[in-house]
């Protein structure tokens, strides 16, 4: 599909465990964003890539959390020693940077649950 | 502290009419605004946005208007149809639109038959 992609949909993991969730972006789309969407809350901006390196990571919650992107491609986002305050929809955007506002078009996201 | 307000949670229109959803911002830095819908189990959609430049956006039934001044803008969906109930998520950012978005909390439109 021509769309942002998500895996998994859905991720239920213990206390304690690292998790790993993938983004695929559109493709040719250099700037790639990931947010975290708690129940009830709006969407929180945690890091964007531009290209493969990161100007901003301001919004990472903790040192536990880390995210890579290979190229400008794939981009994995690393929860470790999961909390359960880390329960969220995990979502990632892509977006052609340079155009006009460089509108972010969004993935169906990864729904985690930490127990 | 929320940079992107939305204080109505809900917002109940009958199909046909006009329905206005409304967003307040803090931050006078933002400079591109954009609005997305989202559907249960969907990652948001993207609707409309406006530059600062600009006073009004219009894109078949969707209106954006922004008001600087009041660090105000609204979405009017006109005639409201049974699809266009969902969440409407108001986000702004920076840099001319490269930065990470800051969203409101979102307003749950229904559209009632």
């Known amino acids: 599909g021509a769309g942002v992609s998500q895996s998994p949909s859905n991720k239920v993991t213990e206390k304690g465990k690292d998790v790993e969730l993938r983004c695929d972006p559109i493709?040719?789309?250099?700037?790639l964003y990931w947010y975290r969407q708690r129940l009830g809350q709006g969407l929180e901006f945690l890091i964007y890539f531009q290209g493969n390196s990161a100007p901003d990571k301001s919004g990472l919650p903790s040192d536990r959390f880390s995210a890579e992107r290979t190229g400008e491609s794939v981009s994995t986002l690393t929860i470790q020693r999961t909390q359960q305050e880390d329960s969220a929809v995990y979502l990632c955007?892509?977006?052609?940077?340079?155009?006009?506002?460089?509108?972010?078009?969004f993935g169906p996201g990864t729904r985690l649950t930490v127990l | 502290d929320q940079q992107v307000k939305q204080n109505s949670p809900s917002l109940s229109v009958q199909e046909g009419r006009i329905s206005i959803l409304n967003c307040d911002y803090t931050n006078s830095m933002f400079d591109y605004f954009l609005w997305y819908k989202k559907y249960p189990a969907e990652g948001p959609t993207f609707l409309i946005s406006i530059s600062s430049i600009k006073d009004k956006n219009e894109d078949g039934r969707f209106t954006v208007f922004l008001n600087k001044s009041a660090k105000h803008l609204s979405l009017h969906i006109v005639p409201s149809q049974p699809g266009d109930s969902a969440v409407y998520f108001c986000a702004a950012n920076t840099g001319g639109g490269a930065d990470g978005l800051t969203f409101g909390k979102g307003t749950h439109l229904i559209i009632q038959p």
């Open positions: 493709s040719g789309h250099t700037a």
């Open positions: 955007a892509s977006s052609l940077v340079g155009l006009a506002g460089g509108t972010q078009y």
